[in-house]
């Protein structure tokens, strides 16, 4: 593909990746729009990342997903039933089963497959859901299938080869069977900060999500645009495409989305430009405010990398960061100590403030950790101010 370089961004240091410096860069294909990292980290960094650090365990809910992504199985579970009568369905990247759990409680034949041990647990023991532990590979379900319907629910923007892996569903769809695509929309209204993130490996479009399922055979039954908000647990905006088997056609043309691509990054470094500006001032002001106390941060994930690359925190400001889930705790981000928040007389000997570093989140946090005032700890937010 002919692509150009259109944003890089540095991330000091991933929890659970490496301590070492990753730069993302994002390019365009001139040929078609699509969105993508290149270089992307290795297949072998990626697995191990998703093995050890799953970030949909939901540790401070004791496994159970939020209502707001209950909110959002509910709608993919409507826009599926509307073409298909229950069936096998296998869930791709399946978390803790949630989504499997509702098409359970349909009628459907429910399978799941995800790289995190810990996931497959609570989906077995919270809703009887059968989950494989591992990465996708066809080998686990040619004897399982054929599946009359395929999720892949925010899985393909994390995929090195998402064409490989979708040509790869031909082996175990069922003959007019369904694949349902969720992932993040390039051209979503709201980008916020952070929404290039090293998670994600390919950015999509309408269009270009069209052009990836139709190059590898299967035909577009209906596309919807998921808006975020206070009852759906997103970011920003998400593509809801449902596409049905078919033989590939060789000869059809593929639409071009380059130039809606390229304007939509561009505006959004711009924002992300005033967006960094305003979150210097935010932390100057809550620095100002802490002196001469120590500040902590919540939350050790991919948002928290980029504040600590990207604005003035650093580790000589931020004496702790803390995080709910178990398998963070003990490592290090940007050289700073990832630890439990159980003790608030402990912690008040550490930190006198504590940041939520969180953008979808940063309310829910706030009800959670709302109790740490009470010992005289400060708590800022960075966004719902």
């Known amino acids: 593909m002919e692509a150009i370089d259109v944003f890089q961004q540095r991330f000091k240091s991933i929890v659970g990746y490496s301590d070492r410096e990753y730069i993302q860069r994002i390019v365009i294909c001139k040929k078609c729009g699509h969105t993508y990292a290149n270089p992307s980290p290795s297949l072998d960094d990626l697995s ?67 790289p995190s041990p810990k996931a497959a647990k609570i989906a077995r023991e919270l809703y009887n859901v059968e989950v494989i532990t591992g990465m996708f590979d066809t080998k686990y379900f040619i004897d399982r299938g054929p599946f009359d319907l395929i999720i892949l629910a925010g899985v ?62 299967y035909r577009l039954e209906q596309i919807k645009i998921l808006d975020a908000s206070k009852d759906i647990l997103l970011n920003a905006s998400a593509i809801h495409g449902l596409f049905r088997i078919e033989s590939l056609n060789n000869n059809k043309r593929f639409n071009n ?73 003990g490592k290090l981000l940007n050289g700073i100590r990832v630890a439990p928040l159980n003790e608030p007389e402990e912690i008040k000997k550490m930190i006198d403030g504590i940041i939520i570093s969180s953008f979808a989140f940063e309310n829910e946090i706030y009800k959670q950790i709302e109790f740490l005032r009470n010992y005289g700890i400060t708590i800022y937010k960075l966004y719902n101010i």
């Open 257 to 329: 989305d380059y130039i809606a691509a390229y304007n939509q990054i561009i505006n959004y470094k711009e924002n992300l430009r005033r967006e960094d500006i305003r979150l210097q001032s935010r932390i100057e002001e809550i620095i100002n405010q802490n002196i001469p106390g120590k500040l902590g941060i919540w939350g050790a994930g991919i948002h928290t990398s980029q504040l600590l690359s990207l604005t003035a925190i650093s580790k000589d400001r931020i004496a702790r960061i803390f995080d709910s889930d178990p398998k963070k705790h």
């Open 156 to 217: 393909l923007e994390h995929l090195i080869y998402p064409d490989i892996t979708i040509s790869d569903l031909h082996n175990i769809t069922a003959p007019d069977g369904l694949v349902f695509i969720e992932v993040p929309n390039l051209l979503s209204d709201s980008m916020p900060f952070g929404y290039f993130t090293f998670e994600h490996l390919n950015y999509f479009t309408p269009t270009t999500l069209a052009n990836l399922m139709e190059m590898n055979g």
């Open 48 to 114: 191990k990342y998703y093995e050890t650090l799953s970030n949909y365990e939901n540790p401070q809910r004791q496994g159970r997903a939020p209502k707001e992504r209950i909110n959002r199985w509910n709608l993919i579970y409507d826009l599926v039933a509307k073409k298909a009568s229950p069936g096998k369905v296998l869930d791709i990247g399946c978390a803790t089963g949630i989504g499997l759990s509702i098409f359970k409680s349909k009628g459907w034949d429910v399978l799941g497959i995800d």
